[in-house]
Each structure stands twice: as structure tokens, then as C-alpha cells.
């Protein structure tokens, strides 16, 4: 498996990253670790999850996923050898959201402990905070990196002038900066990445790992009518692509999908690992059926004809 260097973290990582916001949602504990143990065998070494995951099921309270990343880490033995990326700043009870510096170090412990860990390799912003100036979520993220508990930090759903700023501000204050962005990116969600924050990634050396990038199932073709969406746990990610536009991508996915023998889904991966701006998405699965498809996505390289198809398609 070849890695792609994440940024100037001096992180190698897979060219798919494991998102673990299904753990403890979609799928249970036994069905993550079957889910984990084919990911790492496979090859693969990098896991995404978020603390506030998945604080909105009915009867959750947050750090579910972690629990059973941290469950599955310490039953595997494998620690040393998973890049695990989490996240802090959205909403996880009262007076526990934000970016402020005594929150973060207080939300980083919590993490530490549900992972069963010492250190989290990549330490994300979840979301931008307004309220907090940037050279204090800076600071905190110095102290981290001084105790060896955070091996880089990054952002994520930041707007473009936020990202720089913040980047500015680390230069100032000779702090620790953004290494990693973290986007919402994918065939069918494309201008705000590619008009202001692709860019600005390139130009800083940012490494991207990009979420949503089957747009939440749309992408992967099974959901073509309000019918196929009915019951299931994304469906409200998803209709809002049951239009024109959408019906197009999907026509285009059809019909390269059709000229390499593989699915919807393996294409719009291909595509987004033929841009150099990417450097890995964030897959989920529920089944090691649909695992292994996106398993091949990695070793499927479109042509420029196909590639110029399905942007044209999806512009």
C-alpha cells in the first residue's frame, strides 16, 4: 500500500481514511472491530473520528466512537501502528463546545481516555469559533504538542479567510499551525473547496482529507428517489441531491463506471484521488462487502477523458 505524506505533519498515511462516526451508530461494537481489523488488513492505517461523536442518537451522550476506536486499539494491540485523527469544538453538553484553551485541554484528556491512548496524532478544530482568538486555540494546541500528548493539529469546516487568518496568526505568534483541512468534498459538492480553499491548501503545503466524499451514499447510485431514501439513516444528507444536477452526476458515474467494469462508488473515489489537492477521503462502510469496493477504488486510475467527463458533468 503506498502512503501519501499528510502535509508537513511528517504523518504517512493510506490513500482512504477510516471515518469512524458510524461506530456505535449505524454499526455496533462487534460489527466496528470486524469493520477495523479488514481496514488495517487490507493495508490501510488511518482512522477519523470526532469526540461529539455520535452525540445525536437518542441516548448518547458523545464519545461513542472513540470508546470503541479505543476498545478495538487496546484488543488489537496495534496502537503504534494507527494514525488516529480526532476532533474538538462542537457541542458536547453544556459548557462543553468551543475552542477556547481551557476547554481544549480539558476535551483532549477526555479523548485520551476513551482512546486508551497517550497522544492523538492528528488533533482537528472541528469547527470554526468565532469567540475564542485564534492565538489562544493556537496556544492550547502548543502546550499538547509540548507534552507529546498531540503529534499535529488541524481544521476542520473552516471558510478560507478563516483558515488563513489562522495561519497568519500561528506565523505571528510562532505557534503551532494548521497542518490538515479537513473539507466537505466530493463530486457533487465542489465550489466552495475548489474556488477558495483548494488554493489556499496548495499554497500553504496543507494536507486534505476530505469528509462526505460519496456525498453521504448519493455517489454511490443507490438512492435515485425519495423511495430508496426512505427509513435509512442519511436521508437527510441526501435528498437534497434528487435534482437535475445530481441525476446528471449520477448519469455521468453510470457510464464510466460502465467503461471500467466497477461501481459508482469506486469512480467518484478514483476521481478524487486523481486530484492532486487530495490527499486522502474519509470512506465509511457498514459491510466488509461494501468496504472491499472501496478498497479498489485505490488501485482504479481514470484517464483524462473520463476525469474531464465527469467534471463537465458535475461543474
Known amino acids: 500500500m503506498i502512503r501519501r505524506k499528510l502535509g508537513k505533519t511528517g504523518l504517512e498515511i493510506s490513500p482512504l481514511v477510516f471515518g469512524g462516526n458510524i461506530f456505535g451508530w449505524t454499526v455496533d461494537q462487534a460489527t466496528s472491530f470486524k469493520l477495523l481489523d479488514a481496514f488495517v488488513a487490507a493495508g490501510f492505517n488511518s482512522v477519523d473520528t470526532a469526540d461529539m461523536y455520535s452525540k445525536w442518537v437518542p441516548g448518547h451522550v458523545g464519545g461513542e466512537s472513540e470508546t470503541i476506536l479505543g476498545e478495538w486499539m487496546k484488543r488489537s494491540g496495534n496502537r503504534s501502528k494507527i494514525i488516529v485523527a480526532t476532533k474538538v469544538g462542537m457541542e458536547m453538553g453544556e459548557g462543553k463546545k468551543g475552542l477556547s484553551k481551557s476547554y481544549i485541554l480539558r476535551a483532549a484528556e477526555d479523548s485520551l481516555r476513551r482512546l486508551q491512548t497517550d497522544y492523538i496524532d492528528l488533533y482537528q478544530s472541528h469547527m470554526d469559533d468565532q469567540d475564542t482568538p485564534l492565538e489562544e486555540t493556537s496556544g492550547a494546541y502548543a502546550d499538547l504538542i509540548k507534552q507529546g500528548k498531540v503529534r499535529a493539529i488541524g481544521a476542520s469546516?473552516?471558510?478560507?479567510?478563516?483558515?488563513?487568518?489562522?495561519?497568519?496568526?500561528?506565523?505571528?505568534?510562532?505557534?503551532?499551525?494548521?497542518?490538515?483541512?479537513?473539507?466537505?468534498?466530493s463530486l457533487i459538492e465542489r465550489a466552495e473547496y475548489e474556488s477558495s480553499l483548494e488554493p489556499l491548501c496548495q499554497k500553504e503545503g496543507l494536507g486534505v482529507i476530505n469528509y462526505f466524499p460519496l456525498a453521504g451514499g448519493f455517489l454511490t447510485g443507490k438512492y435515485r428517489s425519495e423511495v430508496d431514501l426512505a427509513g435509512k439513516a442519511r436521508a437527510r444528507n441526501v435528498t437534497k441531491y434528487l435534482n437535475a444536477r445530481g441525476y446528471k452526476i449520477l448519469g455521468a458515474l453510470d457510464q464510466v463506471a460502465k467503461k471500467y467494469n466497477a461501481t459508482p462508488a469506486r469512480i467518484s473515489l478514483a476521481w478524487l484521488l486523481a486530484r492532486p489537492s487530495i490527499?486522502?477521503?474519509?470512506?465509511?462502510?457498514?459491510?466488509?462487502e461494501q468496504l472491499k469496493d472501496l478498497f479498489s477504488s485505490v488501485e482504479l486510475q481514470l484517464d483524462r477523458d473520463s476525469i474531464e467527463f465527469l467534471n463537465q458533468a458535475s461543474s
Do not use: D, H
Open 157 to 185: 469546516n473552516f471558510k478560507a479567510e478563516r483558515l488563513a487568518a489562522a495561519l497568519e496568526t500561528s506565523r505571528k505568534f510562532g505557534l503551532p499551525a494548521y497542518q490538515t483541512l479537513q473539507p466537505n468534498y
Open 279 to 288: 490527499t486522502s477521503p474519509i470512506v465509511s462502510a457498514t459491510s466488509l
